[in-house]
């Protein structure tokens, strides 16, 4: 079973500018949830999408979104990039989510220059 | 509101010690789960082991064990005769099925099995 897949693995961007992650779970995982994971503040919660509905969402701002298609794949998004959101982004899939073991992907590291 | 807490930032071990990662937590909710992820250097977050608020049974996987005390609020993680390849960084999370459906994750603790 193929695990969980993120592109792109990196990204190099500038102040301002937007971009957009992508996810792919583990087939038959509906929920999806994505982290950002920096040295100074650990793994942060963003958000949880469960059957294309967002189900839950962490103290991030605005600039911060996401949405799930109907084959559970995933995609978030921040716009007008800061240099504070360098970070390792990851998503997790799981089968139902919360309470639910998560299977983590690669991440995707952003660099906002 | 929901906390881990891994008091122990990193911890530095030769070969073939035991170590103990501790991880507490605080929760009002009582029916929660206490999960143990290992992120190596490699970066991918790797599952070890999900426990549900109603099962405080210790468990033995190999050279890893885990003890779950609810009165001390406590969900702690030992490995046995470390190695090298255990070096990583060991998360604790939790999560509760009331309400929110928020994963929370503990600063994790990295580790460093020296040969």
């Known amino acids: 079973k193929a695990g969980v897949t993120q592109t792109p693995r990196y990204l190099i961007k500038t102040r301002g500018q937007q971009v957009t992650l992508s996810c792919s779970p583990i087939?038959?995982?509906?929920?999806v949830s994505w982290y950002q994971q920096t040295p100074g503040q650990g793994l942060q919660f963003l958000f949880e999408?469960?059957?294309?509905?967002?189900?839950n969402k962490g103290n991030f701002p605005g600039r911060f979104s996401g949405r799930q298609f109907s084959n559970s794949r995933s995609e978030m998004n921040v716009s007008t990039l800061e240099l504070g959101d360098s970070a390792l982004y990851l998503c997790?899939?799981?089968?139902?989510?919360?309470?639910?073991?998560?299977?983590f992907g690669p991440g995707t590291r952003l660099t906002v220059l | 509101a929901q906390k881990v807490t891994q008091a122990q930032t990193e911890i530095s071990v030769v070969e073939k010690e035991d170590v103990t990662l501790d991880c507490v937590y605080e929760?009002?909710?009582?029916?929660?789960?206490l999960f143990w992820y290992k992120q190596p250097p490699s970066g991918e977050l790797v599952f070890l082991i999900r426990?549900?608020?109603?099962?405080?049974q210790n468990e033995i996987s190999g050279r890893y064990s885990w003890n779950f005390q609810k009165s001390t609020s406590s969900f702690n993680f030992t490995i046995t005769a470390s190695q090298v390849v255990d070096s990583a960084v060991y998360f604790c999370?939790?999560?509760?099925?009331?309400?929110?459906?928020?994963?929370?994750f503990g600063t994790g603790t990295r580790l460093k099995v020296l040969a």
């Open positions: 997790a899939s799981s089968l139902q989510g919360s309470g639910r073991e998560q299977f």
């Open positions: 087939s038959g995982h509906r929920s």
């Open positions: 999408y469960f059957s294309e509905t967002q189900r």
């Open positions: 929760t009002r909710d009582t029916t929660y789960y």
């Open positions: 426990r549900n608020s109603f099962d405080e």
């Open positions: 999370a939790l999560s509760s099925t009331s309400g929110t459906y928020k994963y929370i």
